[in-house]
């Protein structure tokens, strides 16, 4: 023993050492009779090394001690783990990822859309978070289902279940369609994370999108409001043989109507269904309704397709009609600008994509515990505040 700067010095021998200050715990050297008190100070960075001989094993079992490997007796694992705590060790997960040779594959089941529509920033902060953790040798590789035939869901689940995946990001379709595929991946230990709706129900590992209920009571409020307390109003939907796209649209519509029924009974809420897969019907059907209804000035859509009615108000120069919608769309945002939609209603679509790769991450490869709800913020844009927004926007993802 020798005391150097205040820091006393054991050695056993096998050389193995340990540091002591003058405050702390007491720690026992398994492989010595030194009975160390007021164990205080100890190296900034503790190596496995000095793990192994401080529990007289070797690196090779430490290291399957801390990754939770086989091949460790129970003696040993004793040893080992009773040294990591008295140190407090905290393994340096990222370097051992790093380190590692094993790679991990993704796969993200997205609805299928057109460059552009609200599921290209999905896959923007998706490919973003690939890059950012690219050194941890991930790939990630993206397959889709039509949103409007459930049969579409469940060939592409079967298709990524054929494959050795090691994580999955979903936008689930409805709960009944979506638990036939989350039932498989629970069987495969598959860990899963829910973007854009959430099916609590199902457990993911976690879900980043909007509470859909909330925001579509928020919107009614909104609705209300922007319409100076309208007597009548509609809803926009889009549908495809009376489905609509996702969970989240009907959510919202839910809880829309919820926040009317408490609020504005006496409102009659009219609805007019757009057809999906038939778009050259949209001017049409626009035309109809505002003939049969001109008394009705005010509506809103819980899709991310708001700019379908907005730039057919822009064409007819209609500008007595007050109208929101949700996400950031290229063209939504244009007719905000025209002023022919009033609000819309953001939701990070980019930092869902983003945080839902970083979480899979965080959960195989650094072992890190995951929030499990992660709701984006209702975010009220208008014509005043929509740049301030894309632009702080921009700087995030």
């Known amino acids: ?12 021998t096998k050389n193995c050492y340990i540091f002591v200050g003058e405050k702390n715990n007491l720690l026992v050297c398994p492989s010595t009779l030194y009975i160390i008190r007021y164990m205080n100070k100890l190296p900034e960075r503790i190596r496995i090394k000095d793990i192994a001989r401080l529990a007289d094993v070797s690196v090779g079992t430490v290291d399957r001690v801390l990754h939770g490997r086989t091949g460790v ?19 340096n997960m990222y370097a051992s990822a790093l380190a590692s040779n094993k790679k991990y594959l993704f796969v993200c089941l997205l609805p ?36 409007y035939e459930y049969a579409s869901f469940t060939n592409s689940g079967k298709e990524i279940l054929a494959r050795e995946v090691d994580g999955v990001l979903v936008a689930p379709t409805v709960p009944e ?24 129900s199902l457990r993911p590992l976690a879900f980043f999108g909007q509470k859909s209920e909330q925001s579509g009571y928020f919107a009614a409020r909104m609705a209300m409001m922007l319409g100076e307390r309208p007597k009548e109003i509609v809803v926009f939907r889009q549908i495809n043989e009376g489905r609509l796209g996702s969970n989240q649209q009907e959510n919202r519509e839910k809880g ?22 038939r778009p050259d019907e949209d001017e049409i059907l626009l035309q109809r309704f505002f003939i ?34 949700y996400d950031l769309l290229s063209r939504n945002v244009h007719c905000l600008k025209e002023g022919t939609v009033d609000f819309l209603i953001a939701q990070q679509p980019s930092v869902q994509g983003y ?14 515990e995951v929030k499990q709800c992660n709701y ?22």
């Open 1 to 12: 023993m020798y005391v150097h700067k205040g820091t006393i010095y054991f050695f056993n």
């Open 73 to 91: 007796s129970e003696a040993s694992r004793k040893r080992v783990e009773e040294i990591l705590k008295q140190l407090d060790y905290q393994p």
């Open 112 to 147: 299928q859309h057109k460059e552009g529509d609200y599921w290209t920033d999905v896959e923007a902060g998706i490919k973003r978070a690939v890059e950012t953790f690219s050194d941890f040798h991930i790939t990630l590789s993206i397959s889709y289902y039509d949103q």
């Open 177 to 200: 369609i979506t638990s036939q595929f989350i039932e498989q991946l629970q069987k495969k230990e598959i860990p899963y994370i829910f973007i854009d709706s959430n099916v609590p």
């Open 256 to 277: 829309f109507r919820k926040y009317m029924q408490e609020h504005f009974p006496d409102c009659r809420i009219v609805e007019l269904n757009l057809y999906a897969k």
């Open 292 to 325: 049969e209804h001109p008394q009705i000035n005010c509506g809103i859509t819980f899709n991310s397709k708001v700019y379908i009615v907005g730039e057919y108000l822009l064409k007819h120069n209609k500008k007595d009609f007050k109208l929101m919608g």
């Open 355 to 368: 945080c839902g790769v970083e979480s899979l991450c965080n959960h195989l490869i650094f072992k890190k």
């Open 376 to 397: 984006m913020p209702i975010t009220l844009l208008t014509v005043e505040n929509i740049d301030f927004y894309l632009d702080a926007h921009k700087k995030q993802i």
